[in-house]
């Protein structure tokens, strides 16, 4: 039986925001851009929350639902500097820490530096050393598999420690509501409910077969869950999938010019993002938004690497045009780079075809 332990920091940028400034604290907090900015909520303090504020909203709605707002412009260096304090925390305790953002990590405590056979106790102990180094509170979920231990994490916060315990969890899967299932979507909840299903004694009265048959291969992932089994180990290393750049633009556009010049600057902004990884990929993709928030995304896959600026302009432009549907406006537009490889990786690959 395995030891999760699912670490959120209680939101965060607002949080260490308030650190730097205590006179911001006890009041309705929003970081991101400016409300008259088409900028989106990167986090809100607890008291913005109250009025419906959460983070990937426009600034102007947050603007909307709660007028007293104060905004903040974030400061990611600062919000990195205070992440690698608290996993420098979490390494005392174990190696095996698989990081899911700047604030949230899962850490398996299994065997642990400390010798500690209770997962519960680790948990304390992290947040009593979070809250002295870093004046920043953190939530720790408990339980043997990582999805219970994400969903616990959530259960009393700010500030929270919820354990589920192996002989707990059917009885709390059972009463739990269908739209607390980490992995159950506002989509997929509706839909849940109009087959009436509302919490998770109700899913689990359905079979496998009905639920492939209405969710398709998600089908069998919610089997699981419903009945406490998720065999995903914590993985210390995660690995890149893709690496990407974006921009939105403070007025929609239909002027290929100016969308040209903008895809060159992504170009430019992906490729040192490419050197500063040390890495490499053989397919691109771009993005388009319209104006009415229809997303398009066009990719082509190449047999070589991509590993250059003038490639990935070129092939930017190309994908672009292929895609774009010139009688509407766009409002953002994006370049991400897949099917990666690291260089240090490709230094270390045996040699498999002969050269001159």
Same mark, same amino acid.
């Given at each position: 039986?395995?030891?999760?332990?699912?670490?959120?920091?209680?939101?965060?940028?607002?949080?260490?925001?308030?650190?730097?400034?205590?006179?911001?604290?006890?009041?309705?907090?929003?970081?991101?851009?400016?409300?008259?900015?088409?900028?989106?909520?990167?986090?809100?303090?607890?008291?913005?929350?109250?009025?419906?504020?959460?983070?990937?909203?426009?600034?102007?709605?947050?603007?909307?639902?709660?007028?007293?707002?104060?905004?903040?412009?974030?400061?990611?260096?600062?919000?990195?500097?205070?992440?690698?304090?608290?996993?420098?925390?979490?390494?005392?305790?174990?190696?095996?820490?698989?990081?899911?953002?700047?604030?949230?990590?899962?850490?398996?405590?299994?065997?642990?530096?400390?010798?500690?056979?209770?997962?519960?106790?680790?948990?304390?102990?992290?947040?009593? +050393?979070?809250?002295?180094?870093? !004046?920043? =509170?953190? @939530?720790?979920?408990?339980?043997?598999?990582? /999805? %219970?231990? #994400?969903?616990?994490?959530?259960?009393?916060?700010?500030?929270?420690?919820?354990?589920?315990?192996?002989?707990?969890?059917?009885?709390?899967?059972?009463?739990?509501?269908?739209?607390?299932?980490?992995?159950?979507?506002?989509?997929?909840?509706?839909?849940?409910?109009?087959?009436?299903?509302?919490?998770?004694?109700?899913?689990?009265?359905?079979?496998?077969?009905?639920?492939?048959?209405?969710?398709?291969?998600?089908?069998?992932?919610?089997?699981?869950?419903?009945?406490?089994?998720?065999?995903?180990?914590?993985?210390?290393?995660?690995? +890149?999938?893709?690496?990407?750049? !974006?921009? =939105?633009? @403070?007025?929609?556009?239909?002027?290929?010019? /100016? %969308?040209? #010049?903008?895809?060159?600057?992504?170009?430019?902004?992906?490729?040192?993002?490419?050197?500063?990884?040390?890495?490499?990929?053989?397919?691109?993709?771009?993005?388009?938004?319209?104006?009415?928030?229809?997303?398009?995304?066009?990719?082509?896959?190449?047999?070589?690497?991509?590993?250059?600026?003038?490639?990935?302009?070129?092939?930017?432009?190309?994908?672009?045009?292929?895609?774009?549907?010139?009688?509407?406006?766009?409002?953002?537009?994006?370049?991400?780079?897949?099917?990666?490889?690291?260089?240090?990786?490709?230094?270390?690959?045996?040699?498999?075809?002969?050269?001159?």
């Amino acid at each position: 039986m395995r030891k999760i332990i699912h670490a959120d920091m209680d939101a965060f940028y607002a949080s260490v925001e308030i650190r730097e400034n205590p006179s911001l604290r006890g009041k309705p907090i929003v970081v991101g851009g400016s409300p008259e900015s088409r900028g989106v909520v990167c986090a809100a303090s607890y008291e913005a929350r109250k009025y419906g504020v959460r983070s990937a909203i426009p600034c102007s709605m947050a603007k909307r639902l709660c007028p007293s707002a104060i905004f903040i412009y974030p400061n990611f260096s600062l919000y990195k500097e205070a992440s690698i304090q608290i996993h420098e925390i979490f390494s005392e305790f174990t190696d095996l820490i698989e990081p899911l953002s700047l604030d949230e990590a899962y850490l398996d405590v299994t065997e642990n530096k400390i010798s500690e056979p209770f997962a519960t106790e680790i948990a304390k102990a992290i947040k009593i +050393r979070v809250k002295k180094e870093t !004046e920043l =509170t953190i @939530s720790c979920g408990v339980s043997y598999n990582k /999805f %219970l231990a #994400k969903i616990a994490s959530d259960w009393k916060k700010p500030d929270g420690l919820f354990v589920i315990r192996p002989e707990q969890a059917e009885e709390f899967l059972d009463e739990l509501p269908i739209g607390k299932f980490h992995g159950i979507g506002k989509v997929t909840e509706k839909k849940m409910i109009h087959l009436g299903i509302k919490n998770g004694k109700d899913l689990k009265k359905m079979n496998l077969w009905e639920l492939e048959k209405y969710f398709g291969k998600t089908g069998k992932f919610y089997y699981n869950i419903v009945r406490g089994i998720d065999n995903r180990e914590v993985n210390s290393y995660r690995e +890149r999938k893709s690496l990407g750049i !974006e921009d =939105t633009f @403070s007025i929609d556009s239909q002027d290929a010019d /100016f %969308l040209e #010049k903008e895809l060159n600057k992504l170009a430019s902004g992906l490729f040192l993002r490419m050197e500063k990884n040390e890495i490499r990929g053989r397919t691109l993709t771009v993005k388009l938004k319209y104006s009415d928030f229809t997303v398009k995304t066009i990719s082509r896959t190449f047999s070589h690497w991509i590993e250059n600026e003038d490639e990935i302009s070129e092939i930017s432009c190309e994908l672009f045009y292929s895609g774009w549907e010139a009688d509407k406006s766009i409002r953002l537009l994006g370049i991400s780079i897949g099917n990666l490889e690291r260089e240090e990786e490709a230094e270390n690959q045996p040699m498999l075809f002969a050269t001159d």
